[in-house]
């Protein structure tokens, strides 16, 4: 569904950020990417979203070269970015008024032509409702980001980053700004989300644990210029729970990103 194709990347300043990366990931299908940092997975993100072009290498999705931002890829990133003078649901709504897409697809099915549309507005005011049920913020729609705690503004972030139904979500570390209890809730959360709604999903993360909860395959990158070094594929049963933490199975899969971690790369 999306294809990262032999990506390379150098930046004008001369730092070559990726090298000949590559990544298919199927519909539905759940990709944690680790890798040390600076190794350039926030640039691979960023390439996947079509926010910036690659020196070499093409990106699709659905057969379809993504070149620019597409409603088709929601983004969430380390810090939420809200719009302070915006209520959480203001901010939910966002991305409708970006102007990027005059088209807005109900709960995915139906195109209900313009989003100004008295129609469209109130599917999306509905659309809006059922996704702060879902992010677990019900009762929070009129408050503003500074009356939220870090966990309640990644959530108003995850919201914001689903109101357009994306089949597709790219997270940078998400939870990276958080303590560990909120992560796992969080993370908790984004898990059952993305299987209801049965979102395609990459996820850049530094804690292995985190990938091996959440992925179906994690892709483990080299230092810089990233390239991949292996991946490993993840069995656990769904729904997850953080309890199966103390499986063996899931702490062997943490020795083997590790061991992919730490594995010496030839200095060529
Ligand atoms: N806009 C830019 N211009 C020039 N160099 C950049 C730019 N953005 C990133 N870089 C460089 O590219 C390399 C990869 O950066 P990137 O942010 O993709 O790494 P990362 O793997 O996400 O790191 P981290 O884990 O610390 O977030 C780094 O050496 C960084 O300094
Ligand atoms: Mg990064």
């Known amino acids: 569904m999306l294809i990262a194709d032999h990506i390379s990347h150098t930046y004008p300043n001369g730092v070559e950020a990726l090298r000949d990366f590559s990544l298919h990931v199927s519909r539905g299908q759940f990709v944690a990417i680790v890798g040390p940092s600076g190794c350039g997975k926030s640039t691979l993100l960023r390439i996947l979203a079509g926010l910036i072009q690659p020196s070499a290498g093409d990106v699709w999705l659905d057969g379809e070269r993504i070149t620019q931002p ?26 409708l008024e970006l102007g990027r897409k005059t088209t807005w697809r109900g709960n995915g099915n139906s195109e209900i032509g313009d989003w100004r549309s008295s129609d469209a ?68 959360s984004v898990e059952d989300i993305l299987r209801e709604t049965g979102t395609t999903a990459v996820m850049v993360t530094h804690s292995i644990a985190e ?47 590790r061991e992919l971690l730490t594995q010496p790369t030839p200095t060529t």
């Open 211 to 257: 990938a091996v909860f959440l992925a179906d395959q994690i892709v483990v990158c080299s230092p810089r210029p990233g390239s991949v070094v292996g991946s490993v594929h993840v069995g656990l049963p769904r729904p997850r729970a953080w309890a199966m933490e103390s499986w063996p199975e899931f702490g062997a899969l943490v020795g083997h990103v």
């Open 70 to 95: 597409s409603p088709r890829i929601g983004l969430m990133f380390q810090d939420a970015a809200l719009l302070p003078w915006r209520t959480v649901e203001q901010n939910i709504r966002l991305p």
């Open 121 to 188: 507005q109130s599917l999306i005011s509905s659309s809006i409702a059922d996704l702060i049920h879902l992010v677990g913020l019900s009762g929070f729609e009129r408050a503003y980001p500074r009356e939220l705690s870090g966990g309640m503004a990644q959530r108003v972030a995850l919201a914001r980053a689903l109101i357009t139904h994306p089949p597709v979500l790219l997270l940078d570390e998400p939870f990276g700004a958080l303590d560990a209890m909120t992560r796992e809730s969080l993370t908790d």
